[in-house]
Every structure is written in structure tokens, then in C-alpha cells.
């Protein structure tokens, strides 16, 4: 990787990457009669999001659209804010500092670079940009301060330092190689960085235009998938296809260099012209112009996202060993939204790329408010970073967003009058577990909520893994999404080893495994298109969260993190011998994760769910009254 100097602000577009980066060392600033508690803050792109930090421990983070309800929420995260406060026991005025997770002067820098390169055809991306990058971003301080009303200190980060930030400081590595990859942040595409102690210190990164991101949210577009919230779909779809596009990608859209660097081929792009990530050039190449949304998915799209998957597999797993040969470390920390690609970093593993790997479950922009908070704390304020047991990390299962008493749960059924059983801890995980194995679909909200994208046992839908039509039952009755798309299972992890090759644990869902050889059943695929014809076709013992391609993205669950969920787990293995369930999130296609009682009980409600568990509380559908609402429900989202 080689290429800009160090100073952003002389680097133009297309230039590649940087070296070393002595300006993005953190200064520590040693502080009198502190508090301890600093404030993260994401936002104004897609999925803000606040999260406290006291002394280098994690209180609370929360994501914004788990309380407005809007999907990928990108406003102001002040619920989000005031949950965090509130789980602190703390008011805005006892915080030391409010970071962002950005720093606005930069983004509006390349945007201002971006479009100057480009000339007037580079109007529309800017006319789109600008509100937020000459308005609220420029005046975030007197935001802050309007919102919180009192006069905190605010502290600014680089998007990319934040991620990398937030994968280094909760890992539980005392140094290790970072790799953050996204679409973009500021000016930073792809960022490799090492961590030491409380030290995070940037390397090399390669900059905007050229983002491994925006190339695979360009085959997200034209799979006729929303770019920012429907690349999961494409790596969802990739194994039903053939990566017979990949040599195209490669001889055509993308130079890739031994080290994992690269350029794109910018005549083949529109994002710097305009709001669609593709042109005519790039349609050529990729035999046709994009898929209409919600029209029915061809081989052509399959074989797409398969090469892309391919390609970007191909880049990574070269960066991993290229920070590992200039770092001498084999732990490994990834952030960025392209770490949310947990085949590629399954395949980190399985072809040994790295010795240890831990990914940040907020690895998206969400994530970027906890690592702007972690690094103030301990970069900045110099807090040491917590002890971490032997097995463990520092973010505690990702269990840290907001929770509900078993008082507020029963106070909202009470004021509502819906009927409902109170059940204790062994008795829940013994009903949930008895429905679950007569093949009824769960809602289940207990304990604190997760942060990030994963439903990890908090807020999640659960269902029979050992029912070849759990699949698609739930995803066209429950969820409301395509058929094609595949289940997570979560699995106890003292039997990770009798289903999954795994090798290590997976508590955050972020990684793709092979299921064992012994539990596969024959599967001939044959010539048709027809997904759900797939879909439904069993695959092994485990059929609903075994992929077309024999793979499942896996959660490996202990009783120490969570103990209520590990105990259903448990339960179902007794009753029917298998330590492994269907894990979905809970929600419907278009809605965020639930967050509250009311969230829960009204999807419960509008869905096939069977059976609602909040907290000690356990609701059977058939009792329950009418559920009416005007119009219909599925108009209020826009159903991507």
C-alpha cells in the first residue's frame, strides 16, 4: 500500500493509500476531578447511535432506530443518549466529554476534493451530501450542548480510528493488527492499524474513491438490493450462485495488488457523478442493467453476488496476512461495515490467516459511537483499559443496551389487560423449550438488548432447527422477507464442535462455518431457480440453518453471558437430543429490532409467532384479545 502523504488535506482523490500517520496518535490528557464518563455519539449518516464508557468500562450503548423505529435511523440519537444517561445513573453535566465519531471538517474536505475532480458532473452526489456536511455536522458542538443543555467539552475522532478503536479496546488482545473496511469515512476506505495497551496507532490505509465497500455495494445495486442495508442479502444469495463474474471484477472493475491494496477502475462507477453507485460502462461488464427491487431473482444475480463474495474474500484474507507480516502479531481485530461480512471472515480462519480473531459486533457505523468513547477514555484520559478474564472480551456478550424489569413488563400487560403467565427462570427455559420442539415460532425479549445488527438471544425469534420448513415458514410468515434468505443458529457451545467446524467460539454471530460431514444429508441442488424449491430441500439434521452451500453463520452461547437464553438451549437438547435452534431477529422485514414490551407484544401480534416471552412473562397467542389497527400494518415500512 503506498501512495498519500500524510496530510489529508493535500491528498486528492485517487491517489491510493497512506503510510504512517503520526497525526492520528492520540495525546493523553491527564484530567483533575473527573468523572470518568465519557459520551460516544454516531450520526447523520445511517444508524447513529450513543454509548457510555466510565473509567475504560462499558456502561450502556444503544442504536437510535430501536427507539424511533426507523430502520437505520441516522438522526441525533437523543433517546439513544438519554438511555445511556440513564443506565450511567448520571446527567448530562457529570460527562467529562462528548466525542464524535467523525471529524466533519475532513468529510466536508473530500466531498469539496470529490467533486472539484469531477466538475459539474459531480453535482448531484453533492447536492445530496451537503445539508449534512455544511450544516449539522459543522455546528455538532452547539448541537450537543443545545440537546444535552449544559456546557460538556467536545472531542472529535476520525471515522476509521473510531472503528478501529472500537474493535482493539473491548477485544481481549493486549496487542494486536486492526483492519476497518467500509465505504468511506472522511477520506479513509480501508485503514490497517495495531493496537497496544491503550495505544491504537494507524499504519496504512487506502482512500476514496477506491472502497472495497462502495465495490461491493455497487453488485448490491444491481442485484436490485438497497446500497447501505441490503449487502447482508447479497452475501445471503452468494452461495446459489457461481463466481463466474469474478475474473471480470478483477480484469476489469479492480486491480489487486499481493498486499490486499487495489484501485477501482472509475469509468466503470457512478458514484462520483451520481447517486447511483453504477453506470452504463459497469452494466456492460456485468451482462445487463440492475434487477427491479422485489422482481424475482435470476442465476445472473446468484452468480454475481457469488463472484463479488469471491473477490472481496480475495482482498481480505491478502490484507490479514500482509498486516500480519508487518505487525509480527496473528491477533487480529476487525470493524467496518465489511466486517459484517462473516463469510469472509469465516474463511479468515479457515485458511489460517490470522491465530486469533475478534470482531466488533457493532461493526458498523453504530459501532463508531462506542470506539469515539473508548478512545477519549483511554487515548485521551488515559484510563486503563479493564482486566479481562482468560476466554473472554471486554463488551460482555454485547448485552449492554437497554432492559426492562419484570415490574414494567407486567404494569404494560396489566394497563392493556392482555393475558399473560409468570413463570421463573427454570420454568421459562422449560416451556420455551417445550414449544420450540413442537415446532411453534417464539418471541423472546429477555435481559438487556443487544448492540449491534445480531439478534443474540435479548430480542430474538426462535425456532425448531430440526424442521426442514422452518426456513421458509418464518421468513414468509414471520418475517416477511425473500425465501433465499438464510437462518443463523445458535448452538450451546459446549457442542459447537459436534455440528459446526468451528474451532473457536462465536458469541456475536459473526462468523460462517461448515456443519460436520457426519450431520450432512445428500443434497443435489439439480438445474432449477426456483429458491424456495431449494430452500426447502433438507440439507442436514439441522435443516433450517444449514445454507444451500452446506455453511451457517453461527452462535456459539455459554451460560455466563447469558444464562436464561443458554438455559433454553439446554432444555431443548434434553427433550430432543440436539444443543442447536433457529436465531433470528425480532422484528419484520423493514422494522427495527424490538426494544420495548410495546414493540414486542405489537409484532408478536402482527406476525405467526406462536408464543411471546418478556422477561418472566410468557404470552400464548391463542389468549390473546383482537389485535386490530387501521390500514395495513405493512404500509408503515418500506419493505427493502
Not at 495525546?27 to 455519539?41: C, F
Not at 449518516?45 to 430501536?66: M, W
Not at 438488548?449 to 410468515?477: H, W, Y
Not at 422477507?481 to 456475536?508: V, W
Amino acid at each position: 500500500m503506498n501512495g498519500h502523504p500524510d496530510n489529508p488535506s493535500t491528498a486528492a482523490p485517487g491517489n491510493g493509500a497512506t503510510t504512517t500517520s503520526p497525526r492520528r496518535t492520540v495525546r493523553r490528557k491527564p484530567v483533575e476531578d473527573r468523572t470518568g464518563h465519557v459520551l460516544g455519539i454516531s450520526a447523520f449518516y445511517h444508524d447513529s447511535a450513543a454509548a457510555l464508557v466510565r473509567d475504560g468500562h462499558i456502561v450502556s450503548a444503544a442504536q437510535e432506530e430501536r427507539f424511533s423505529r426507523k430502520k437505520h435511523d441516522p438522526r441525533f440519537p437523543g433517546n439513544a443518549i438519554n438511555a445511556c444517561l440513564e443506565a450511567g445513573e448520571i446527567e448530562a453535566e457529570d460527562l467529562d466529554a462528548v466525542v464524535f465519531y467523525e471529524n466533519p471538517v475532513l468529510t466536508l474536505d473530500r466531498a469539496v476534493r470529490s467533486v472539484a475532480s469531477v466538475g459539474q458532473d459531480g453535482m448531484a452526489p453533492w447536492l445530496e451530501g451537503a445539508p449534512g456536511m455544511l450544516g449539522i455536522k459543522l455546528f455538532f458542538e452547539r448541537l450537543v450542548r443545545d440537546e444535552l443543555q449544559c456546557d460538556v467539552p467536545v472531542l472529535y475522532s476520525e471515522h476509521h480510528l473510531s472503528h478501529a478503536a472500537s474493535a482493539f479496546y473491548p477485544s481481549p488482545f493486549e496487542r494486536a493488527g486492526i483492519i476497518v473496511v467500509d465505504g468511506v469515512g472522511e477520506w479513509a476506505t480501508t485503514t490497517l492499524a495495531v493496537g497496544e495497551g491503550q495505544d491504537v496507532r494507524v499504519l496504512k490505509e487506502i482512500r476514496f474513491p477506491h472502497s472495497l465497500g462502495l465495490l461491493y455495494s455497487a453488485f448490491t445495486q444491481v442485484c436490485g438490493f438497497r446500497v447501505n442495508s441490503g449487502e447482508y442479502k447479497l452475501m445471503g444469495l452468494a452461495p446459489y450462485g457461481k463466481p463466474r463474474y469474478a475474473d471480470v471484477i478483477r480484469n476489469e472493475l479492480v486491480d489487486i495488488k499481493d498486499d490486499g491494496s487495489f484501485r477501482l477502475d472509475m469509468s466503470r462507477f457512478g458514484f462520483m457523478q451520481s447517486l447511483s453507485m453504477t453506470n452504463a460502462a459497469f452494466h456492460d461488464i456485468v451482462g445487463g442493467t440492475p434487477r427491479e427491487p422485489e422482481s424475482r431473482i435470476t442465476q445472473r444475480e446468484a452468480d454475481l453476488a457469488a463472484s463479488i463474495q469471491a473477490v472481496t474474500e480475495e482482498i481480505v484474507i491478502k490484507m490479514v496476512a500482509h498486516l500480519a507480516a508487518i505487525t509480527g502479531t496473528r491477533d487480529l481485530c476487525l470493524a467496518g461495515g465489511v466486517a459484517l461480512n462473516c463469510v469472509a471472515n469465516g474463511k479468515i480462519l479457515q485458511q489460517r490467516a490470522c491465530e486469533r480473531l475478534w470482531i466488533q459486533p457493532a461493526a458498523g457505523d453504530a459501532g463508531g459511537a462506542l470506539g469515539a468513547a473508548m478512545l477519549a477514555a483511554h487515548g485521551y484520559f488515559g484510563s486503563p483499559r479493564p482486566p479481562v478474564e482468560p476466554g473472554r472480551d471486554r463488551q460482555r456478550g454485547s448485552y449492554i443496551g437497554p432492559s426492562f424489569s419484570n415490574e414494567e413488563v407486567r404494569a404494560f400487560l396489566d394497563v392493556n389487560d392482555y393475558p399473560y403467565e409468570v413463570l421463573d427462570d427454570a420454568a421459562r427455559a422449560t416451556r420455551v423449550a417445550g414449544a420450540l420442539a413442537d415446532g411453534r415460532i417464539v418471541g423472546y425479549m429477555v435481559g438487556p438488548a443487544e448492540f449491534g445488527p445480531r439478534a443474540l438471544g435479548a430480542r430474538s425469534i426462535l425456532g425448531d432447527a430440526r424442521n426442514a420448513e422452518t426456513q421458509s415458514v418464518m421468513n414468509l410468515k414471520v418475517k416477511y422477507r425473500e425465501s433465499f434468505r438464510p437462518f443463523a443458529p445458535s448452538a450451546l457451545a459446549e457442542q459447537r464442535d459436534a455440528y459446526f467446524d468451528l474451532g473457536c467460539d462465536s458469541p456475536y454471530m459473526l462468523l460462517v462455518a461448515p456443519v460436520k460431514d457426519d450431520i450432512r444429508l445428500p443434497f443435489e441442488r439439480g438445474d432449477e431457480e426456483d429458491l424456495i424449491s431449494i430452500v426447502n430441500k433438507p440439507r442436514s439434521s439441522v435443516p433450517a440453518i444449514t445454507h444451500v452451500d452446506y455453511s451457517a453463520r453461527v452462535q456459539t452461547v455459554d451460560g455466563e453471558y447469558n444464562p436464561g437464553y443458554h438455559a433454553v438451549l439446554t432444555e431443548f437438547e434434553k427433550l430432543t437430543g440436539t444443543g442447536v435452534i433457529v436465531n433470528s431477529s425480532f422484528n419484520v422485514r423493514g422494522e427495527p429490532m424490538v426494544l420495548t414490551p410495546q414493540d414486542a407484544y405489537r409484532c408478536f401480534m402482527r406476525t405467526d409467532i406462536d408464543v411471546l416471552v418478556m422477561e418472566n412473562c410468557v404470552l400464548e397467542k391463542t389468549r390473546q384479545p383482537a389485535f386490530a389497527e387501521e390500514g395495513d400494518w405493512r404500509d408503515e415500512y418500506e419493505l427493502d
